[in-house]
């Protein structure tokens, strides 16, 4: 995978901080909001979105049948359970890194 820094290819992006949380209008649902260093590139939102990633964390799967995370400018949201937040972060984690190379 292209790496930062050579011309005409991808960076790589990392998270700013921690994620923020935000109660969602909707009962037990917490919405996740990470930021990003920079604005990705439309290759890499295609790359995070197509991620197929195997969660490899402990507890339930049942994160992964919502609706998807969203790229929008320099943040990544996500709505979740709040009970599932902690195994959402961590597949957050792990779709950066693919989406990265």
Do not use: C
């Amino acid at each position: 995978m292209p790496r930062k820094g050579e011309a005409g290819t991808m960076a790589d992006l990392e998270i700013v901080g921690e994620p923020t949380e935000h109660d969602s209008p909707r009962a037990g649902k917490v919405v996740l909001t990470w930021t990003l260093a920079d604005a990705p590139d439309p290759e890499w939102v295609q790359s995070f979105d197509m991620t197929q990633v195997s969660y490899t964390g402990p507890g339930s799967l049942d994160f992964l049948n919502l609706a998807p995370p969203e790229v929008i400018g320099t943040s990544i949201r996500w709505t979740v359970p709040a009970h599932l937040k902690l195994h959402a972060r961590q597949y957050i984690d792990q779709r950066i890194n693919y989406a990265n190379g």
